[in-house]
């Protein structure tokens, strides 16, 4: 529950909300699975790093637990790191999904006398790498479906749902919805690569009050709608993931696939890019394309920020999420 406080602290999550949340959580032994992904990403990293010549310490800090950022950038200072680049394990734009980061860089900064200079790298949606590591795991998915029903098999993706508002604000201030935008783009990028003609985007993992819209529908409310159009298998792709967090493993591997086995549906989901060795790959790739200045490796002109140094917002006022009415 602390975990949980950290997580939502500010945005008016009914306490009833994050108590159902944490039976989610003792499902798994009550303990996050979070920090055990992080730190098996690092040590691809490292190997990957290490197989390219690379000679950069990595270092990992969270937001909402242990190891906490503020710590970790002490210890960096501690280390005489004078400059470092973070990667962040959001691949979009928005407030949580970028704007939040660098936030985190200034709080942790101000927090650390003589704190090194951190520059977030961009985001990363539509890295070539990205694309190509969901392309498999849709793939691996289909494979796993009945023989008969693969052919006829509905795809469709799902990513963390934001409030509307915050996703109207995601992006420089003369754009908008860039998040909605980001996200449909890996679809269609990694539908386009596995040769579905078409496909469908819904969202996950709403935690609001319910007097707020939030980007919709909803993954299990969308099986719902299938199954009244006589689809009868669906492969289900987190493209808004990197990792199989509670997010996933719970909402998709339990409610959606018990949603699906109620309605007869075979059901198959696609593995996050985590633990695929061409994530490793992306990241060293993003810190090699910033050292060298060179043109960032990407399949979509859609626009793609984040990457600034020491917090600053890369536009004023992107992403900036609007202000709450006064009760």
Not at 186 to 202: E, I, K, P
Not at 232 to 257: K, R
Not at 320 to 327: E, G, K, Q, T
Request: charged content about 20%; aromatic content about 8%; glycine content about 6%.
């Amino acid at each position: 529950m602390p975990f949980l406080e950290n997580v939502t602290r500010g945005r008016g999550i009914p306490p009833e909300r994050l108590a159902e949340v944490a039976e989610h959580y003792l499902h798994f032994g009550g303990v996050s699975p979070i920090n055990a992904l992080n730190l098996d990403i690092i040590k691809a990293i490292e190997a990957e790093f290490a197989s390219r010549g690379v000679e950069l310490p990595v270092y990992f800090g969270n937001r909402n637990w242990h190891p906490m950022v503020e710590d970790t950038v002490e210890r960096m200072r501690a280390d005489g790191i004078r400059s470092a680049l973070v990667f962040p394990t959001s691949a979009w734009g928005g407030y949580s999904g970028c704007l939040q980061y660098h936030e985190d860089i200034s709080r942790a900064r101000k927090a650390v006398t003589d704190a090194p200079d951190l520059t977030k790298l961009r985001q990363y949606f539509d890295h070539p790498l990205l694309i190509a590591a969901f392309a498999d795991a849709v793939r691996a998915a289909v494979a796993q479906l009945p023989a008969d029903r693969r052919e006829r098999a509905r795809l469709v993706f799902t990513a963390h749902s934001i409030p509307v508002s915050a996703d109207h604000a995601s992006g420089p201030p003369e754009e908008q919805d860039l998040y909605s935008r980001q996200v449909a783009e890996a679809a269609r990028l990694v539908a386009a690569a596995t040769g579905f003609a078409s496909h469908d985007l819904v969202w996950q993992s709403r935690s609001g009050p319910p007097r707020i819209p939030w980007l919709d529908p909803d993954i299990v409310d969308h099986l719902d709608a299938l199954a009244e159009q006589h689809v009868d298998a669906v492969v289900v792709c987190p493209v808004g993931f990197v990792s199989d967090h509670l997010e996933v493993i719970w909402d998709l591997d339990n409610e959606a696939a018990q949603r699906a086995a109620e309605l007869g549906m075979a059901f198959a989901r696609a593995a996050t890019p985590g633990p695929d060795p061409r994530f490793a790959q992306l990241v060293a790739d993003l810190v090699q394309e910033y050292v060298s200045d060179a043109a960032p490796a990407r399949l979509s002109t859609l626009t793609g920020l984040g990457c600034t140094t020491n917090g600053a917002p890369c536009t004023p006022g992107c992403c900036a999420l609007p202000a709450r009415p006064a009760r």
